[in-house]
């Protein structure tokens, strides 16, 4: 309690209990009151202590003299005067009138919830019994201002006991008569009533009292004795010795604890005579120990021992103190240091300001964007350069904190760095453009002819314009990489992104400004990226485009591509209009057919179908391999991969559309090697025979830098010497018979250090036995293990009711079988049964098939009731591939009628194409991808739709070569090419 007493409340009492003592004078320094309190100590035996004009009242000296006898004394130390004040001063404090307190045998018990009073101290207290109040009113009225203050007891089971400072009980005002009397220490204070101020009462401790029995209930008085300390010798060396140290650790505490020295202070002015027990009552009154502690020195009447127990509370609290004084001075350490570097920071402000090196955030800023915009001004659209002037005095204007500045800094941050007006000088050199694509990518003649097309329009006009091209094909084609290319051949930057599954329209557009956390769209960053308004940017996978519930980015896409409305493409975030018109938009999609129409109307397809096994191997020998080598790491000298070991990978291995799998046969190959070659002792860095030599080297020439003396040869000649001692010695010790060049002592002096090593370095490597490796048929499979099982081909020679058809998917071309079967047999039980996950277009296109060809059978032998008497099974392996389409209706007819005329096929036979109820054979798709698949399965005649002529014609003359390839009108056509039997053909020849 008495430490929780702010000092200020302490103040206010004390001027109030003592009016004529200055309250400065309360404050003297730590020096004077420490002073006073050993001086009070050294004079121990008079009981007044005089300091100057001021009376310390000890209001029970050891001897049990009482405040009358002060009075005497102090008028015979100082005069009248001085007896006047110290009247006057007593009239306020404590009022020695008759009776005097050991005439109190029975007081008012005061419960004290947080600490005892001790002898010779102040304490206030709240006192909210009314009765109590009352009747403590009462006694100071009837002059007997006295009465007992007693230290609550916890509650039997709480531990408040424990914790000094706990909280005090809420119900003290409940208790009441024999219930509080139970409560109340044996041990307490004969206890001064100062003062009354409402309900806070001042009491002055003045002797110790023993409760003997209760007197009375409510309030509760009670009856007591008067302890006295037991006598003791004062100049017994024991106790001496315990006193001073406790003084000692007092005066060591207060030097660290500001608190302490508040109640020091305090109570030195008050306690008035120093003797040994009221030094032990002092160190225990003032120590912030627990109550108990404190109480059981209250307890105390043996002298020594109360001392011995004062100072195990007062070395206590040093300890505490001394933790204290750690903890301040840590954090205080830690806030000064950031103090100091704000400070440092301000400063360095404030002096770079005043040297102009730097302005303030938002003038830099402003400074900043002019300065971007500044070279391009000229070229800037004017509506632009409007909205930027506007944004930048809108940015003076607003508070550097305030989210609005942000936002507009953003803005203009992504306004200022686009590229208006900038645009990198075109390529209309068409050789120079041909080389470059014909360096990157193998054949895709449709697609280079095309680019070169664009380039010499952009010459003879001289601009471009911005065009949408859309690359269309199975995975692995190089619709990618070829968009590279075009950007290299006509010098401009490059920006790929990808719109697979793209369903937020504000990717493509942006957010409007006023969201948290708005970006611009795609569009917007690209310009960015690139620096450039005519970049090339590739649309990849656009077929794959998603469909989201925030808008259609199809519908954006359009606004984006069409040429006709991107001169004034307008994106959420920028807001104002941008020219996309020089962009060059090149589209990569799988499928076209998945490609929005809107959108496809405003392209231009270039289909890449797949390659066949030549283009593969040039692609593999020319570009996969060089590429896969240099990023190995290999010397071509060291590698040799046969045309055998290629030609074996494409088609056992690699047999997809496109290359992406043969790169990655390519790519586990060469790493393959570069272990092999890496465990055989062979790498790119300097062998450290080499880097030893190296040393040598520089040393030798640092040398001569750092000593150019006059003995320069010598020493030249002497390092030199040296240093070919070092290299014979380093090569002699490499393994082999290599043979090492020895140089005679003059030649190295005339040559240049480093050239020797040079010469050196290069001949160790030449002869550096290196087994060159070797890639072929018979050590393939060690590389890329077993060729993968492929189903494509199922028969060597088809069987009766089954048919070679050519299917086309979003990897490209391949063969598939149609297999018939005879289920059962029987009058009417003409039926047909489809397997083989056949989508609707396909069932259908199956029950045409079946009418045919039983038409068909009916008019070549109108004896055979095949097809009214038999249940026929249809089934298209595989069966877990999904397929559709009309395209296999003549291979269907085929394995029907080979069925019903019990008659296999022609060997190596494909076809396709779709049929009518009536015979006749329509057209169909993806003539290069099914020719090509074809020749990968080994066919030699294709029967092809008469409509698909032109683009069979079109074919590279090497997918067209040694194929047999029969165009139809009709049905009638196929049967005569499928079941012409061998002879037959050949006398048809
Ligand atoms: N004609 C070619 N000449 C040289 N390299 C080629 C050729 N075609 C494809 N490649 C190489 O094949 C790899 C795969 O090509 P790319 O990634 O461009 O395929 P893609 O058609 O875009 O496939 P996807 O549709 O899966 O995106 C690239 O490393 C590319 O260089």
């Not at 790169?663 to 790493?671: D, F, G, L, N, S």
């Amino acid at each position: 309690m008495l430490k929780r007493l702010s000092s200020a409340c302490l103040r206010s009492s004390f001027s109030h209990l003592s009016p004529r003592a200055p309250a400065s004078s309360c404050y003297a320094g730590e020096k004077s009151t420490l002073g006073r309190f050993f001086r009070s100590l050294r004079d121990s035996n008079p009981r007044i202590l005089v300091s100057g004009r001021r009376v310390f009242y000890c209001s029970e000296a050891g001897d049990g003299s009482d405040a009358a006898d002060a009075k005497d004394a102090v008028a015979k130390a100082e005069g009248e005067n001085a007896a006047e004040e110290v009247g006057s001063k007593f009239s306020s404090a404590i009022v020695p009138t008759n009776p005097k307190p050991e005439d109190y045998l029975s007081v008012l018990a005061l419960p004290l919830t947080h600490r005892p009073l001790f002898p010779g101290f102040y304490m206030p207290i709240l006192v909210k019994d009314p009765k109590l109040l009352a009747a403590l009113v009462e006694c100071r009225r009837r002059q007997a201002p006295y009465c007992g203050a007693f230290l609550l007891k916890d509650e039997p089971g709480s531990d408040s006991g424990v914790t000094s400072g706990s909280e005090p009980d809420k119900n003290v005002t409940e208790l009441k008569g024999l219930e509080l009397f139970k409560r109340l220490h044996e041990v307490g204070t004969l206890a001064q009533i100062s003062s009354i101020q409402g309900d806070q009462v001042i009491l002055i401790g003045h002797r110790r009292l023993r409760i003997t029995e209760m007197d009375s209930e409510d309030p509760l008085t009670v009856k007591v004795d008067h302890l006295k300390d037991k006598p003791y010798d004062k100049e017994d060396d024991v106790i001496k010795a315990t006193a001073f140290e406790v003084i000692s650790t007092l005066r060591d505490v207060l030097k660290t604890s500001s608190l302490w020295r508040d109640h020091a202070q305090t109570y030195t002015q008050h306690i008035g005579e120093f003797n040994y027990p009221r030094v032990a009552d002092f160190g225990a009154a003032i120590s912030g120990a627990n109550k108990l502690h404190c109480q059981q020195v209250l307890e105390e009447l043996d002298v020594y021992k109360r001392l011995k127990l004062t100072l195990e509370l007062v070395k206590k609290e040093m300890e505490i103190s001394k933790i204290q004084e750690s903890i301040a001075k840590a954090i205080e350490e830690k806030i000064s240091g950031e103090q100091r570097r704000y400070l440092l920071m301000e400063q360095l402000k404030a002096i770079k300001k005043e040297l102009g090196l730097e302005t303030d955030d938002k003038t830099a800023l402003s400074a900043k964007f002019r300065e971007r915009i500044e070279p391009n001004r000229e070229k800037c659209p004017p509506h632009v350069l409007q909205v930027i002037d506007e944004e930048l005095a809108k940015l003076q204007l607003l508070e550097a904190s305030s989210s609005e500045f942000n936002v507009t800094r953003n803005y203009l941050d992504w306004l200022t760095a686009l590229p208006w007006g900038n645009y990198s000088d075109e390529n209309f050199d068409v050789h120079n453009a041909q080389k470059i694509l014909d360096e990157d990518h193998y054949g895709l003649t449709d697609v280079k002819d095309r680019i070169l097309e664009f380039i010499a329009v952009g010459k003879l006009r001289g601009i471009s314009q911005g065009k949408i091209i859309c690359l269309s094909g199975p995975p692995g084609v190089g619709k990618t990489s070829i968009g590279r290319s075009i950007a290299r051949a006509l010098n401009r930057k490059f920006y790929r992104f990808s719109v697979g599954g793209l369903s937020d329209v504000a990717e493509i557009k942006g957010h409007r400004r006023t969201y948290i956390g708005a970006m611009p769209g795609k569009m917007v960053q690209c310009l960015k990226n690139v620096g450039t308004a005519n970049p090339l940017v590739l649309i990849d996978e656009i077929d794959k485009l998603g469909r989201g519930h925030a808008g259609d980015p199809a519908s954006a896409l359009l606004e984006l591509l069409d040429p006709e409305q991107n001169a004034n493409f307008l994106d959420h975030y920028l807001d104002v209009p941008i020219d996309l018109s020089k962009v060059l938009f090149v589209c990569t999609a799988n499928v076209v057919e998945m490609i929005p129409n809107p959108l496809l109307d405003r392209m231009e397809v270039i289909a890449i179908a797949g390659y066949i096994t030549d283009e593969k191997m040039h692609i593999a020998r020319d570009y996969l391999e060089k590429t896969t080598r240099e990023s190995c790491g290999i010397k071509p000298e060291l590698v040799e991969v046969t045309e055998a070991a290629l030609r074996d990978l494409v088609e056992n291995y690699c047999r997809e559309a496109g290359v992406r799998n043969l790169q990655k046969h390519i790519e586990k190959i060469y790493r393959k090697i570069a272990l092999q070659l890496v465990r055989q002792g062979v790498s790119n860095e300097p062998s450290p025979s080499a880097a030893a030599k190296d040393v040598v080297v520089e040393a030798s020439s640092e040398k001569f830098l750092e000593e150019p003396t006059e003995s320069f040869a010598e020493e030249q000649k002497a390092s030199t010497v040296e240093s070919e001692e070092a290299i014979s010695q380093e090569v002699s010790e490499t393994p082999g018979d290599n043979p090492v060049k020895t140089l005679s002592k003059d030649e190295v002096v005339k040559i240049d250090n480093e050239e020797i090593v040079a010469d050196i370095i290069q001949e160790t490597e030449v002869n550096t036995k290196v087994e060159k490796i070797l890639v072929d048929v018979s050590n393939l499979s060690d590389f890329v293990g077993k060729p993968v099982f492929h189903a494509e081909r199922i028969y060597d020679r088809t069987p009766i009711g089954v048919v070679m058809g050519l299917a086309w998917t979003a990897m490209g071309g391949s063969t598939l079988y149609i297999e018939t079967t005879q289920v059962e047999q029987g009058e009417g039980k003409g039926a047909l049964h489809l397997t083989g996950q056949l989508g609707d277009v396909m069932k259908e296109s199956a029950q045409i098939a079946h009418t045919v060809a039983r038409a068909i059978l009916s008019e070549k032998e109108p004896e055979n009731p095949y097809f009214a008497n038999s249940k026929v099974h249809l089934h298209v392996p595989a069966g877990a591939t999904p397929k559709d389409g009309p395209s296999a209706g003549c291979t269907m007819i085929t394995s029907l009628l080979s069925l019903s005329m019990n008659r296999p096929v022609k060997k190596d036979l494909a076809m396709t194409g779709e049929v009518t109820l009536t015979g006749r054979i329509l057209p169909i798709g993806g003539v290069k991808e099914k020719t090509i698949a074809a020749r990968r399965s080994g066919v030699k005649t294709i029967i092809f739709p008469s409509a698909n002529r032109r683009d069979f014609d079109e074919l590279a003359p090497n997918v067209k070569e040694g194929l047999d390839v029969h165009f139809v009108d009709n049905y009638n056509q196929i049967l005569d090419l499928a079941f012409k039997n061998e002879h037959e053909a050949e006398a048809g020849k």
